[in-house]
Each structure stands twice: as C-alpha cells, then as structure tokens.
C-alpha cells in the first residue's frame, strides 16, 4: 500500500484552468464545483490544484446513462 506523500508525488497536479479545460467547463464552473465538494483538490500553499484521474473518477458518479444502459439514479448529497 502507497503512503499519501508518495501518492501524492506520484500524482500530476493541474491548475483549475488546466482542469477546467481538460474537462470541458469553464473555470468559473471548475471553481463552483470544488467550492461544492464535488470536485476533489488539494491546496499548495495559496494555490488550489486538482488530480485529472481523480476528478474524472469523481464525475462519473454523476454521468446520465444512455438507453440500453443500467439507469441507476443518484442524487448528489446537500
């Protein structure tokens, strides 16, 4: 098992507006999903950076499945 600083020198971190572009958003909504929890960060210092593998992962809780697809509904947690 990895400990956490080697985890997370293993780990490339990315700037919200590399995230934000990685993924398709803009910063703005990058920024409104960290500030809801919703996307996973870690804070260097003053700066926030973010893991592309587990920000993917936390999204695909929310992805909509297409027709011929499992379609388990989950609510996101308020």
Avoid: W
Wanted: charged share 35%; aromatic share 6%; hydrophobic share 25%.
């Amino acid at each position: 098992m990895q400990n956490t600083n080697d985890y997370i020198k293993d780990t490339k971190l990315v700037s919200e507006k590399q995230i934000a572009t990685d993924m398709g958003i803009s910063p703005r909504t990058a920024r409104r999903l960290r500030q809801s929890r919703i996307l996973p960060f870690y804070r260097v210092g003053k700066s926030v950076r973010y893991s592309r593998e587990e920000c993917h992962r936390a999204l695909q809780q929310y992805r909509v499945k297409g027709a011929g697809e499992e379609t388990t509904v989950r609510r996101a947690s308020r």
